[in-house]
């Protein structure tokens, strides 16, 4: 069997997995409205770079049994421009929550964050909660500006827009003026050392995630793209959106 054939075997494997746990996310929500609870607080669930919104499953669970109605906004991040992925994100928000009688949250990771945020700026939330933000790369990523002369960046146009310069998409974006938590990552390993200066998740650091503005601030021990599956992360996520504070941990 040639290696392109298992590569392509592969790759179909892959896409069907995830129109599969697309399909299965649809039914659940269906599901959820039909039972009334749309009633109960809404959580806008947004995942980060390269993902789709299956990968949010576990932070998704958690938070339906803290009782709230979760929506999980997908997008894709390939190539596809930035005003593309807002635009898309923009419609859905606002097909499901934006008109919502109960109090509407936002938890972002990574770059969901910041789709939040370009959200926020641009649109009105009728009965708009709390924000959460885990790893999100609010001042931008010195990995990025390593990677931004590389020719794979055009895959991904919208990676590249999250380096630290002032064009960059998250220093174009207001503070926001709205309770919003963040949550950092540290990781023990440090790959990127020299991009990252200082404590980091591995692709963002610590110093990086903060913002002006934000309500608290708390960093759990996890690398990036684990802090959407970690315990802490969860549980510091959903007492946030209750009492907008953090249990108090590592507070860098």
């Not at 993902?51 to 049994?65: F, I, Q, V």
């Not at 936002?106 to 933000?133: C, E, P, Q």
Request: proline letters at 4%; glycine letters at 8%.
């Amino acid at each position: 069997m040639s290696k392109f054939f298992t590569k392509s075997i592969i790759s179909l494997i892959t896409i069907l997995v995830l129109m599969i746990g697309s399909i299965a996310i649809k039914a659940h929500e269906s599901s959820q409205a039909e039972k009334g609870v749309s009633n109960q607080e809404t959580v806008v669930l947004i995942h980060g770079l390269g993902r789709s919104n299956t990968a949010m499953w576990s932070l998704a669970s958690k938070l339906e049994d803290a009782g709230y109605y979760v929506r999980r906004v997908g997008y894709s991040s390939f190539n596809t421009t930035t005003e593309e992925v807002i635009t898309d994100v923009t419609k859905q928000i606002n097909d499901c929550c934006a008109e919502n009688n109960r109090p509407v949250h936002f938890v972002g990771h990574s770059l969901g964050g910041l789709l939040i945020r370009a959200y926020l700026k641009d649109n009105t939330v009728k009965n708009l909660g709390k924000v959460v933000m885990i790893g999100t790369p609010n001042n931008g990523t010195g990995v990025a500006d390593h990677f931004k002369d590389n020719c794979l960046i055009n895959l991904i146009p919208i990676a590249a827009a999250l380096g630290t310069d002032d064009n960059s998409l998250p220093n174009r974006l207001p503070p926001p003026d709205y309770p919003v938590g963040i949550i950092a990552g540290i990781s023990q390993s440090q790959p990127n050392e020299a991009q990252l200066p200082g404590p980091d998740d591995g692709l963002v650091s610590v110093e990086s995630t903060k913002i002006e503005g934000m309500s608290d601030f708390t960093a759990v021990f996890s690398g990036h793209s684990m802090l959407r599956y970690n315990d802490e992360v969860a549980e510091q996520t959903i007492e946030f959106l209750k009492t907008g504070k953090f249990h108090k941990t590592n507070n860098l």
